[in-house]
């Protein structure tokens, strides 16, 4: 079965520095999302990416996604503790009908 | 908009014993989500509903667990009788498009299952 990975499984960085998440897909993906989940909270939908090499902006975060579409990332630029939680790709296969595979995600420590 | 409410939010029990999570999602959303997040790890769909029939339900474990969504609204899942490694957080989830290539979600706040 498909099988959604990302790297890395935690990092902690001061307040200011920049960090980045990868996601890695076992197939060809129709499309990714990205959802973040603060601590003791639920998942949130960030964004969704469907074209291959598309980019997208939401202030301070950057998503990309692939030209194979089988991998994407997510960039943040210097950070804030308010992004402090896990960040979950979830991919959609692109052969026939499929439902939704989350990564097992990133957990992002910022300290002031 | 209301989002999706679910309950309990928290259920202890030992192994053996049945219990049983409720969902109610966004109004109007037509497809429901069933996950399983253990902890550390991402959200793992256990059962996606559309309307009230199944669409989805590769990943649930059927010899315990079991699903329904009466009248296309309201959902329950079950475990029945509960093992130590299904000790996890349950997350209902809806979404209004029923197009499986655009389905961003929408979760609710999550029920956290300990089996003792």
């Known amino acids: 079965g498909q099988q959604v990975m990302q790297i890395p499984q935690y990092q902690h960085v001061q307040e200011g520095e920049d960090f980045t998440t990868y996601c890695n897909s076992s197939?060809?993906?129709?499309?990714i999302q990205w959802y973040k989940q603060r601590p003791g909270g639920h998942p949130v939908f960030l964004i969704q990416?469907?074209?291959?090499?598309e980019v997208k902006k939401q202030k301070r975060l950057t998503f990309q996604f692939g030209e194979a579409k089988k991998n994407s990332s997510l960039h943040i630029t210097a950070t804030q503790t308010t992004d402090v939680g896990t960040y979950f790709c979830?991919?959609?296969?692109?052969?026939?009908?499929?439902?939704?595979?989350f990564g097992k995600g990133t957990m992002l420590l910022v300290s002031p | 908009e209301a989002g999706v409410a679910q309950s309990p939010r928290y259920k202890i029990i030992e192994k053996r014993q049945s219990v049983a999570f409720w969902c109610n999602p966004i109004?109007?959303?037509?497809?429901l989500y069933w996950y399983q997040q253990i902890l550390g790890q991402g959200p793992k769909l256990l059962i996606q509903?559309?309307?009230?029939?199944?669409?989805?339900d590769s990943q649930l474990p059927k010899d315990r667990f079991s699903a329904e969504r009466l009248k296309g609204v309201d959902s329950t899942l079950k475990i029945q009788p509960a093992k130590l490694e299904d000790s996890a957080v349950y997350l209902c989830?809806?979404?209004?498009?029923?197009?499986?290539?655009?389905?961003?979600?929408?979760f609710g706040p999550g029920t956290r299952l300990t089996v003792l």
């Open positions: 109004s109007g959303h037509a497809t």
């Open positions: 197939t060809t993906l129709s499309n």
């Open positions: 979830a991919g959609l296969e692109e052969s026939g009908y499929s439902t939704l595979t």
């Open positions: 509903f559309q309307n009230n029939g199944v669409v989805d």
């Open positions: 989830a809806s979404s209004g498009r029923a197009d499986p290539s655009w389905n961003e979600q929408f």
């Open positions: 990416l469907v074209k291959s090499g």
